[in-house]
């Protein structure tokens, strides 16, 4: 064909033919607007190639001409070749594909059979065959950068003028696509370049015209913001940018001159597109528990176990370019927010970037979503909006712990300070494995601290060293006399009595302080009920309970009283009461933990008198 005949080629095809010249990767947040792998199960009629055709279907996807004879709208405009799915030669370098591996093959035709298609492996492509196959549309119109990559495998043993054309462009009238793209002359032929790339070491090598086989499957790219136009001689006389357009196609071109077959031309595989837009994008990547480590934290994926103290943690990216706007950050456990920051970071240069509570959960028996939100009220433009959410959902198993009830004091009583003194206490557990259970006995003088932190009680003094206790109903006789004097007992002193139990289970323990006030009185004295001088709370009950708590208790005195829930964290789960002048006398009230999960709680009874505790497990 002579140099005008080209050009007239060119011009009906409305397009200009780019090549490219530089293939230096894009800046920001890279999205994938096509990943190409030519995977699809053919033996699935939907999902044989081509996958969105008739072309009249302008839906994002692959077209191609000439047509199969599953198609023959076209009648004498019909060629016999063009791009097919074969199975016969595909590239493995960029994924590996158990199932359905394919590649597309230039010189497909089934136009003498149709169940028996032309195939690499068996056949070659032909003389003055022009095959197209295209990909989009893409909307480029927010693009700051953008580029597009395949992988090829050429056949040919020797130089022989046929060639490889990657163009872009954007037709001015889709329906004129059919009769001026996809109906080019069957006899076309051409001795020059149709078009040309970079290799890849980024030289231009005019590798659109092969005259050797090349070294397996090779790679080669070109940016859409430095395209090159060439003219009917192949020579470059312009260049363009397709970023910041709209209806962008992508098209692969084999065109044969007719001098001869030297193998089995070109197989196209890997095909991906890719732009930026040039808005930042922020992600979750790893939600993380925080346990103790001597002086460190340990951070995992492992969710904690019942009682164990946890920090939260978040991993998250900021990509793009440049400083973003200041955006929150929340977490929420259960649906309750309990931390949040505001961030401003310089994004895009890959750094990890962490956010963790600053203190300490500790974990509670039951079935918990824990989720983290980056920038939830929307500051930041971002390329995704849907990958800023973490959520995780774990469990705490927990096997509620052997609980001791104190039977004797139940009521404030004298003593004295050299006499034997029985304290009786029954000891419940609802696992019947267990086979091994602790308990200590402690006395003090003083609970207030308890609520704010259980674990006081270590500090306590020891009425009696650990001792295995057998469920049921027990007896430890206790003589105050020897610790009187070593532990600075003084006369009247009022004393709480204490119990502590485990089962082994590792902070599966249970406290429980005596209802009753032992009263040290001097030697001799006879042992002798006294009246109440402080408010007592009698009791809560069922201990352990599955349903309602009944908290039973007696006022000395009309005046303040405040009642609340504790859990052993030291948290406030409940306000049962608060009245400013309660009357005198028995009172009682309940409570139904509906919105908390199983574990140990505090009952905390407060008055002008002081205050008075009482664990209850719950058992849900």
């Known amino acids: 064909m002579n140099s005008n005949a080209k050009k007239s080629l060119l011009a009906m095809l409305f397009l200009p033919i ?26 699935e009629l939907a999902q044989r190639w081509p996958w969105n055709t008739p072309f009249q279907n302008v839906n994002i996807g692959w077209h191609y001409n000439p047509r199969s004879p599953y198609y023959n709208a076209e009648g004498a ?87 490889l054309s990657v163009v872009v462009f954007t037709p001015a009238n889709l329906a004129t696509i059919p009769a001026n793209l996809a109906y080019t002359q069957p006899n076309f032929r051409t001795n020059q370049p149709f078009g040309a790339m970079r290799d890849g070491e980024g030289e231009f090598d005019g590798l659109s015209i092969f005259n050797s086989t090349s ?63 040039g ?51 929340t977490c929420t456990l259960d649906g309750q927010v309990i931390f949040e920051e505001e961030r401003q970071v310089v994004a895009g240069n890959g750094q990890i970037d962490q956010s963790e ?40 198993p927990w096997v509620p712990p052997p609980t001791i009830s104190f039977i004797h004091p139940d009521r404030d009583i004298g003593i004295l300070a050299d006499a034997d003194f029985d304290i009786v206490a029954m000891l419940a557990d609802s696992n019947e494995t267990d086979t091994s259970l602790t308990g200590y006995l402690y006395w003090t003088k003083d609970t207030s601290g308890f609520a704010a932190d259980p674990r006081v009680m270590y500090e306590w003094n020891y009425i009696g060293h650990s001792f295995d206790l057998p469920q049921g109903e027990w007896t430890v006789k206790v003589n105050f006399y020897e610790e009187w004097y070593a532990f600075e007992v003084a006369l009247d002193d009022r004393i709480f009595i204490a119990g502590f139990t485990s089962d082994q289970v590792p902070d599966n323990v ?19 009920p006294l009246q109440p001088v402080t408010t007592l ?53 309940q409570w139904k933990p509906n919105n908390h999960g199983a574990g140990v709680y505090v009952v905390r009874l407060e008055t002008a008198d002081g205050v008075r505790l009482q664990k209850a497990v719950y058992t849900p």
């Not at 692969?252 to 077959?261: K, P």
């Open 357 to 396: 509570t600053p203190g300490f959960w500790r974990a509670t028996a039951g079935r918990h979503t824990l989720r983290w939100t980056l920038d939830q009220t929307n500051t930041v433009d971002e390329t995704l909006e849907n990958n800023n959410v973490a959520e995780t959902v774990f469990e705490v």
């Open 18 to 43: 780019l090549i490219l010249l530089s293939a230096q990767p894009g800046f920001g947040i890279w999205r994938s607007l096509l990943n190409e792998h030519f995977d699809n199960d053919q033996r």
């Open 510 to 528: 249970s406290f429980t302080i005596a209802t009753g006030q032992l009263v040290i009185r001097g030697l001799g004295v006879e042992d002798e």
């Open 215 to 277: 070294d397996g499957w090779v790679q080669r790219s070109f940016q859409l913001d430095d395209l090159r136009i060439l003219d009917a001689d192949g020579e470059i006389v312009d260049s363009v940018s397709y970023l910041g357009r709209n209806n962008v196609w992508l098209g692969f071109v084999w065109n044969t001159n007719g001098a001869g077959i030297v193998g089995k031309g070109v197989t196209i595989d890997d095909v991906i597109v890719g732009m930026d837009d």
């Open 77 to 163: 405009h019909r060629s016999n070749y063009c791009w097919g799915w074969q199975n016969f030669l595909y590239n493995v370098n960029v994924v590996d594909r158990a199932e359905n591996p394919g590649a597309m093959w230039c010189a497909y035709t089934n136009l003498s059979d149709i169940n028996n298609p032309r195939w690499p492996e068996d056949d070659d492509y032909e003389n003055g065959q022009t095959a197209w196959m295209w990909w989009g549309p893409m909307d480029l119109r927010n693009a700051v950068s953008g580029s597009v990559s395949w992988w090829m495998d050429v056949d040919l043993a020797n130089y022989n003028y046929d060639s």
């Open 537 to 589: 709370l009698v009791s809560a009950y069922p201990n352990p309970f599955n349903g309602e708590l009944r908290i039973d208790y007696n006022l000395v005195q009309a005046g303040y009283v405040s009642l609340k829930i504790f859990d052993l964290g030291g948290r406030e789960v409940a306000l049962l009461l608060s009245e400013s002048e309660a009357k005198a006398g028995r009172h009682t009230a």
């Open 279 to 329: 808005r930042f994008d922020l992600s979750t990547d790893k939600s993380l528990f925080g346990y103790r480590q001597d002086e460190e934290i340990d951070w995992t994926d492992e969710s904690p176990a019942y009682g164990e103290d946890v920090k939260l943690q978040l991993n998250w990216l900021a990509d793009g370019m440049g400083e973003t706007p200041a955006f929150n950050i």
